[in-house]
């Protein structure tokens, strides 16, 4: 990845359209993550895959809806979201993209224009960067949002998904630092967002999910829970890439972690759920 | 449909267990709708397809979640519900299901064991039947549950799905009569259960959603409002039905309306939504 925007870019974008977001990633200007971009807008993770595998895929998501809860599918060749954002372009309006063949991570780009083909299937799954914004308004602090350049952490637990055709492997999760004192209210304002992964997966201790040291992250980056807060952890939309990795799925194109699909979707806008 | 059950079993029916209900079904003792049974469980719609098919009708639903909340989808040839009831049989654990061929309701059957075949896969989806039972705990009355052998009443709006492939037609809905100064209530509770259809499409007029006229009814049986109600119409799950006579869809296996599959999950599950 590149380096984040300068501070003026980054406030502007916090408090721009999903549109001006997207316009930013397809021109070039945006190659940062979106954490804190287009506030109150539901973002999304992208996994793109062949039309052969697309129907396990589907199910796959259908089985497992806190991490991979469905926004919107693409019809077979067709990179338009247009449910989550008529007139985008999923081949160019994310700032960075990842690309696994054969379970291995093998590129990450700006654009996938020349890897996009007519078999291909986009699925756009929701976001938990999309009640950063409501967690806020309620005074309960985003550690990862509070410096420039701030990442959410993301690892890999031990709990498995329920597998579907040839999608099987381990749930990824982000973690939040919570003061003790919200982390009932936490639990209460994300469970209304399912869409964007719901309720926390679990409270505490990082070793009850399989994670040995928390300062190890996967993917994004690490941000120490403070004395006073307890560690939260939410299933995350990564996880069909810690799938493609673990089940050595054969293609799958996905957005890069943490650089995610702006869509139009208002967060409290209750009948998309 | 044949009879309602005797007074004593429908008091029974609503006071037991989903395993119970599918047994009862399963066992030919039970052949009526399953309106007020097993009371504080999600009810399903059921939809079969071949495989062919599946994609398609997939990407339909995830396109049109109010009329079609996705629950379960069974693999390819398997009858067996994993996450809504494991245990459970899609052939046999019905009261009644339909039969369509090329868009035309061609039969109404017990059981389908015998028209089964190893490329069917089974889709289940929210019904709003799962709701009921909140709002009589919350004191708002329910006219279709009053007397023995009640139904819902089922209408076409002229509100279109988004179509999917060879999939497109229009949404059906129910309609409540709601006593007026409960409509608010009716609203907000109903919100909550997105995977029973969540809040109301509309309220009021008739007309508005191309409802001639309410006493005739498509599916079910006509509940009249009462001067001081305001009828209420929810998006239905009878809706794919409503798609296969409108699409002229090659083949689809069905419930029949009102006779649901009756899941193990609780409606105040936040972890399956």
Redesign the interface.
């Known amino acids: 990845m590149t380096a984040s925007p300068a501070p003026d870019t980054r406030h502007a974008l916090q408090q721009t359209l999903p549109g001006d977001v997207r316009a930013a990633a397809r021109s070039g200007e945006l190659s940062s993550a979106t954490h804190g971009f287009a506030r109150g807008f539901v973002q999304a993770n992208l996994a793109i895959l062949p ?1 052969s595998h ?2 396990d895929f ?2 796959f998501c ?2 497992n ?2 991490p991979c809860p ?1 926004i ?2 693409t ?1 077979p060749g067709r990179a338009e979201p ?2 989550a954002a008529p007139g985008a372009d999923l081949r160019t309006d994310l700032p960075a993209y990842r690309v696994y063949r054969d379970g291995q991570l093998v590129d990450e780009v700006r654009s996938i224009e020349n890897l996009w083909r007519d078999d291909h299937v986009a699925f756009l799954l929701g976001c938990s960067n999309s009640f950063d914004e409501i967690l806020l308004r309620n005074g309960i602090p985003q550690r990862h949002l509070e410096s420039a350049g701030g990442r959410i952490s993301v690892y890999e637990s031990n709990i498995q998904c ?1 597998p ?2 040839i999608f099987r492997g381990p749930v990824a999760v982000t973690m939040r630092p919570i003061p003790a004192k919200d982390v009932v209210r936490t639990v209460e304002l994300s ?1 209304r967002y ?1 869409i964007a992964h ?2 926390p997966l679990h409270i505490g201790d990082p070793a009850e999910i399989g994670i040995a040291d928390l300062a190890q992250v996967k993917w994004g980056k690490f941000n120490p829970p403070s004395p006073d807060d307890v560690p939260v952890y939410w299933a995350c939309g990564v996880t069909p890439q810690a799938v493609a990795l673990a089940a050595g799925i054969p293609e799958m194109i996905t957005h890069a972690p943490g650089h995610m699909f702006v869509t139009d979707w208002r967060i409290d806008d ?4």
Do not use: N, T
């Not at 209750?270 to 759920?273: D, E, L, M, S």
């Open positions: 039309e697309a129907f589907l199910r259908v089985r809806p806190k469905l919107d599918i019809d247009r449910r329920e579907a055709g469970s399912p719901g309720a209750q009948r998309k759920g």
